[in-house]
């Protein structure tokens, strides 16, 4: 999963400066929604469109990762082995014994079916009320992404820092299998999810990663093991 885009990544465990910006601990941070999906399946339409409206959300990150193993029906232009990897790790986490699509992911910790948005806004609002564990901090300055974070209310084992790169949107043109004929909007497609590192949230972090372009980027912080997301940050 990791591309020549990221091209260096420094760590300095140091005090970061707080100041107002997305993802700054003086408010609520967003719901990281990952949906798993896949152009070959035939329920994940209403879930892809779906995205768009989680998509506009201040209050939500949605990442959509297609999977691979519809592709015998309709190769998925988007699929990748590493988010089919990345589906079952969070089934295995949670002792589930399957996956399906289309299937969401609410801050590394719930699932639902991608295609019920009361059930997921029901559950985006629960993890919205719960108290804020990690004040992250992401800013994009001369060619680098400049990451800061300081533990409020989290301890034990370190966090995973995963950077994600996406693209907002793209329309596709389904020519086989039971999509055929249609052409769908799909939104915030992941195109590489990598591992930066660890982070001992005993103490503040702040990571410099040089990356060319301006892309939008989402960072996340997760207990490891594909567990609870602590914290995740958008920069578009």
Not at 14 to 31: E, F, I, K, L, N
Request: net charge neutral.
């Amino acid at each position: 999963m990791r591309t020549a885009f990221f091209a260096m990544i420094t760590a300095i465990l140091s005090a970061p400066t707080w100041a107002d910006s997305q993802g700054d601990s003086r408010g609520a941070q967003p719901v990281l929604v990952e949906l798993f999906t896949s152009q070959g399946c035939s329920s994940c339409p209403p879930a892809d469109a779906f995205m768009h409206e989680l998509a506009a959300r201040d209050d939500v990150i949605a990442l959509a990762l297609h999977v691979d193993y519809w592709d015998y029906i309709f190769k998925d232009v988007f699929g990748k082995p590493a988010y089919t990897k990345r589906q079952y790790g969070y089934a295995d986490a949670a002792g589930r014994r399957m996956v399906y699509t289309p299937q969401m992911i609410i801050n590394g910790s719930d699932d639902v079916v991608g295609n019920r948005p009361q059930d997921v806004n029901a559950l985006i609002a629960r993890h919205r009320a719960a108290p804020q564990t990690v004040a992250l901090d992401v800013r994009r300055e001369k060619g680098q992404i400049n990451i800061t974070a300081r533990a409020l209310a989290v301890g034990g084992q370190p966090l995973v820092v995963q950077m994600a790169r996406f693209i907002p949107r793209q329309d596709v043109a389904i020519n086989s299998g039971e999509n055929a004929g249609h052409v769908y909007a799909y939104a915030n497609i992941v195109t590489d999810l990598q591992e930066l590192g660890r982070w001992d949230p005993a103490q503040p972090l702040s990571l410099r990663v040089q990356a060319d372009g301006d892309a939008p980027v989402v960072i996340i912080l997760q207990r490891p093991g594909f567990g609870a997301v602590e914290a995740a940050a958008l920069l578009r």
